[in-house]
Structures are given as C-alpha cells and as structure tokens.
C-alpha cells in the first residue's frame, strides 16, 4: 500500500509541475496569498451552508463565558474573511488574527455585514506567536478550519491556553485525518504534497484531536462527525470546545 501511495504521489506531482517550478522560483507563496483570499470567501460561503446547523450549535452557549465586563471578549485566530461572525453574539467585543494582510478588505467587508458585533482590532500575525494579546485577556477563542495550516499546533494551542482567562473557552471546527483503515484516508495521503502547496501550507493528514488532548484544559467536549461536503479527503471533522 505504501508502495502504491507513493507512486500516485509521484503522478500528482508531475501534474502539478508548473506550481512546484513556482514555488521554486519564490513566485507561488506570493501570488498564492493574494488568490487565496478570493477563494476562501466563495468556499466560505458553501461551508456556512452546509455546516450552518453545526456551526450554530457549537456557538450556541458562547454567552455562558462572558467576563466580568459583562461583555464578551473574543479573539479568533486565523479569522480569514470574517465568515464565523454572523455566528457570534451581539456586542461580542472581537479581535481578529491572521498571519495574511491581503484578508483585510474582505475582513473589513465582513465587519460592515455584522453591526450587531463590536470589531476591536485585527493583528497581522501567527497563531504560534500572538505576543500583541496580554495574557488571560480574552473570554473565547475561537479557531475553525486553521489548525491544519499552522506550522506548529502544541504552539498555537499554548498561545491559545495563555490568552484565554480562567473558566474561558477555547471553540474548534476543523477538518482531519480520515480513520487510517479507509479509503478517505488513502487520498489523503496521495494528495497531501500537492494539497499543501496549493492550499497555502493546509495538511490533509493531521489528527488535530491528539493536539487538544495534550493541552491542560480543564474540560475537552470534542465529537468527530462526517462533514457534508462534495469532497471526500476534508469530510472527516472534529468539532467542540475546551475549557481552561
């Protein structure tokens, strides 16, 4: 089998020759973080519509960790186009990170769309180093569809477990391996190499779940569900929050 899966590896790869002749060049990671922007605001779209029931249920007790302020503070990370925020509460008080400035026109956009929410700031910058964000400052944070793009997961999380306050929430929507024995997981695999280049640095292979549990959350509610979605190697998610 493995065998197999690096010989379709190989095949995949000479297709996508010009994008790796690119990358090689300097010029794809450019022009690959101004395009995905305008991707991911029509692949948002179809995601809220299929997973808007998921999406709402998860959502659906972010008021139970408002702060003393009597507001909620809320930080999402890797935030993209703003596509979560008809999802949040009114007057939830929102700060955005994402290690891409071309989303802001598309974040600003969003932020005009969604008037019931009070936009703080955003910060260009990574997960794995959010040193702009004071520690225990912020009630929720809020993370769907980035752990698989990030360079270091345990990072992020860290980052993610200093900023939150005690008694706050850390909310995740992401997509992940498929069950090793399946043939979901077999185009992961085979797609993988290719994937990650064309999708700005997306895994298609991580078990995020592994992740989370390592942290020192006080409570983890975590489900792995079967998205539905047209393409195969991302139906496989994991949805919940934890609790520091």
């Known amino acids: 089998m493995a065998?197999?899966?690096?010989?379709?590896?190989?095949?995949?790869?000479?297709?996508?020759?010009?994008?790796?002749?690119?990358?090689?060049?300097?010029?794809?990671?450019?022009f690959c973080k101004k395009l995905f922007p305008y991707f991911?605001?029509?692949?948002?779209?179809?995601?809220?519509?299929?997973?808007?029931?998921?999406?709402?249920?998860?959502?659906?007790?972010?008021?139970d960790f408002v702060g003393p302020s009597g507001k909620l503070s809320l930080l999402e990370v890797g935030c993209g186009t703003g596509a979560n925020f008809k999802f949040y509460?009114?007057?939830?008080?929102?700060?955005?990170?994402?290690?891409?400035?071309?989303?802001?026109?598309?974040?600003?956009?969003?932020?005009?769309?969604?008037?019931?929410?009070?936009?703080?700031?955003?910060?260009v910058a990574t997960g794995e180093n959010m040193h702009q964000v004071a520690d225990g400052s912020m009630d929720v944070?809020?993370?769907t569809l980035v752990l698989c793009s990030v360079q270091n997961e345990e990072q992020?999380?860290?980052?993610?477990?200093?900023?939150?306050?005690?008694?706050?929430?850390?909310?995740?929507?992401?997509?992940?391996?498929?069950?090793h024995s399946t043939w979901s997981y077999f185009w992961q695999q085979v797609l993988q190499p290719v994937w990650y280049l064309v999708f700005d640095g997306c895994n298609l292979t991580?078990?995020?779940?592994?992740?989370l549990e390592r942290v020192s959350f006080s409570k983890l509610k975590l489900q792995h569900i079967r998205a539905p979605l047209s393409l195969e190697v991302v139906c496989p998610h994991i949805y919940g929050y934890a609790v520091k």
């Open 89 to 123: 509460p009114p007057g939830s008080r929102v700060t955005c990170i994402d290690p891409n400035p071309n989303f802001e026109k598309f974040l600003i956009k969003s932020i005009a769309e969604n008037r019931h929410l009070q936009f703080e700031r955003f910060v």
């Open 156 to 179: 992020i999380l860290q980052e993610v477990f200093r900023v939150l306050r005690p008694g706050g929430a850390f909310y995740f929507m992401e997509h992940v391996a498929a069950e």
């Open 40 to 63: 991911l605001v029509r692949f948002s779209v179809m995601y809220n519509e299929r997973m808007a029931s998921k999406k709402q249920e998860l959502f659906s007790n972010l008021q």
């Open 141 to 143: 944070v809020i993370c």
């Open 206 to 211: 991580r078990e995020s779940w592994k992740a």
């Open 3 to 30: 065998l197999t899966i690096s010989i379709l590896q190989l095949a995949v790869c000479i297709l996508a020759f010009p994008l790796y002749l690119l990358n090689f060049l300097g010029l794809w990671n450019r």
